[in-house]
């Protein structure tokens, strides 16, 4: 059955918008009785203040009148300063106006604000206001006439024993007939707010039995027919697939369960179709997770291979860069006042650490550029004699200054190995100087290359204070301390972490070779060897000295 066919007076739609026209019925039966009654108790609690203003306004102007008064008496009586006293008197003048202008100013708001027989009463207050104004103007002028024309205080007094006879009755009842009114505005707000109360509560008790008759007669059918409904969807949820619901009625919600039937139906058919798709995407959402882990593990030993050789590379300029400005700093020195010859070897020192920043830039910007994130060293035949006499003549004159002796002990002959010239003598040339730093002055460090069996070995040996036990083990970690011998890193005057020998490591690791150092055995100091394997057809023709 289509939601078409079902009669206007059974459809849901009309159900609900009669439904919504009751409750908006109420809504504005309720919103009427809201608004009445916020209007008339505003009303009546607005005249019982401005009653009680009013009254205040009185009782000030009593007192003002009783102080107009006494300096009235004080004027008129014999003897009295005549310029003193009609100051006072004009003085005490002064509030009373401004007392009777602002309760005239109360009156005229109060009649327009009454209607009807109230709008008289408050006129005639009015009227009364200004016969007491009147009156007490002429009291003043009597008063003042006294003073001017020095008449004598029988005058005077007797102005004011009939001001007073006259305007005390009239202020008495002004005063009693405003707390009658405000009184009576009490009593209506009370007597209003009962009414509210009972039609509030006869309101509520129509919409409870107009509820409990909507719900009875359209809701709990309705209910009960979703209920079913949202039962019936929950089991097909749960793979129930030959649940069905039973129709009853001929509105919009039947139509839905018969629907709901169909669907159930198609449901069924389509089920196994479904698990069969779902098995092939599970396959195929298998294997691109795993290519992608391996991706990403992938690139993630990329970037670190990339960070670690960038971390590391900083570093190592280091040396270099401080070399160059110690070369700097002594020829621009007055007083060391070098000559030719060592300002040409300073210049060519300069030079030669220059082309290595410029090397170790070009190293940067391989890694950069390459896909595994590492650098690739290059690979060629080199003389390991010639890598090591290299590195002793790069930091034999800085050694120098530092009051150091280096000492290259090699072997006769070349001694071939297959590696990277500028990083072999970068590695050996950080060992030169880490022994430098740490070497006290007066003091030879030794420097020997020698072959064992297929090997070449290179040992560099100072006299510092050596390494504490205790840190021998971590010396090769990255960003460790050692204790003893300070740092024993290859980047010169560094008071950093262990990254130049875990560097060092890498490279003489990367030509199949090995590094290891120890605490010197018959004195003071460290010993660094570096083990590297030799080329066939590599001589070894003796030592020299």
Do not use: C
Not at 183 to 196: D, E, F, P, V
Request: charged share 25%.
């Amino acid at each position: 059955m289509s939601s078409g066919k079902v009669s206007l007076f059974r459809s849901l739609r009309t159900r609900v918008l009669l439904v919504l026209l009751s409750a908006a019925l109420m809504s504005a039966i309720s919103a009427a009785l809201l608004t009445y009654g916020l209007t008339s108790s505003q009303q009546l609690v607005d005249k019982a203040q401005a009653a009680q203003i009013r009254i205040e306004s009185y009782l000030v102007l009593a007192s003002r009148l009783s102080e107009y008064r006494d300096a009235a008496t004080a004027a008129i009586a014999p003897g009295a300063n005549r310029d003193l006293v009609r100051q006072q008197v004009n003085q005490s003048y002064e509030p009373v106006r401004r007392t009777f202008t602002r309760l005239l100013s109360l009156n005229v708001l109060e009649v327009d604000l009454e209607t009807g027989d109230g709008k008289s009463a408050a006129a005639t207050k009015g009227l009364n206001l200004s016969r007491m104004k009147a009156q007490f103007d002429n009291l003043h002028r009597s008063i003042s006439t006294s003073l001017a024309d020095n008449t004598g205080g029988a005058n005077g007094q007797g102005a004011l024993n009939a001001f007073g006879i006259g305007i005390s009755p009239i202020l008495f009842q002004a005063i009693d007939n405003e707390r009658q009114l405000s009184a009576a505005m009490h009593r209506q707000i009370a007597s209003l707010r009962q009414r509210l109360i009972a039609i509030a509560v006869a309101l509520v008790s129509a919409t409870v039995l107009l509820s409990l008759a909507i719900y009875f007669r359209f809701g709990w059918p309705l209910l009960r027919r979703i209920a079913e409904t949202v039962q019936g969807a929950e089991a097909i949820a749960e793979g129930k697939l030959t649940t069905r619901l039973n129709p009853t009625g001929q509105d919009e919600l039947t139509d839905l369960m018969r629907r709901f039937n169909t669907m159930a139906g198609s449901l069924a058919v389509r089920e196994d179709v479904l698990k069969t798709a779902q098995r092939d995407l599970q396959e195929t959402v298998d294997r691109q997770t795993a290519d992608l882990r391996q991706a990403n593990e992938k690139l993630e030993k990329i970037d670190g291979n990339r960070r670690r050789f960038f971390s590391d590379i900083s570093h190592e300029l280091r040396t270099p860069l401080t070399v160059v400005q110690g070369e700097a700093e002594y020829n621009l020195n007055a007083k060391a006042r070098p000559g030719i010859a060592d300002m040409r070897q300073s210049f060519e020192t300069i030079l030669g650490r220059v082309q290595e920043l410029r090397r170790r830039v070009d190293d940067m910007l391989r890694v950069a550029r390459s896909e595994s994130g590492r650098l690739d060293l290059s690979s060629g035949r080199i003389d390991l004699n010639k890598v090591v006499a290299a590195a002793v003549g790069d930091e034999t004159k800085p050694a120098k200054r530092r009051g150091v002796d280096l000492k290259l002990d090699p072997v006769n002959g070349e001694l071939a190995i297959l590696g990277d010239y500028d990083w072999l003598r970068q590695v050996m040339g950080g060992l030169i100087v880490n022994a430098v730093k740490n070497s006290p002055e007066k003091t030879v460090i030794r420097i020997s290359v020698s072959k064992q069996q297929k090997n070449a070995v290179v040992a560099v040996e100072d006299r510092g204070r050596g390494i504490d036990p205790d840190s021998l083990p971590h010396v090769f970690e990255r960003f460790a301390r050692a204790g003893g011998d300070n740092n024993l890193q290859v980047e010169a005057e560094s008071d950093g972490f262990g990254i130049g020998l875990n560097l060092a490591k890498w490279v003489i690791e990367e030509h199949a070779g090995s590094i290891s150092l120890g605490n010197n055995a018959d004195g003071p100091g460290v010993t660094v060897h570096v083990t590297l394997p030799l080329m066939s057809g590599s001589t070894d023709q003796g030592k020299t000295t």
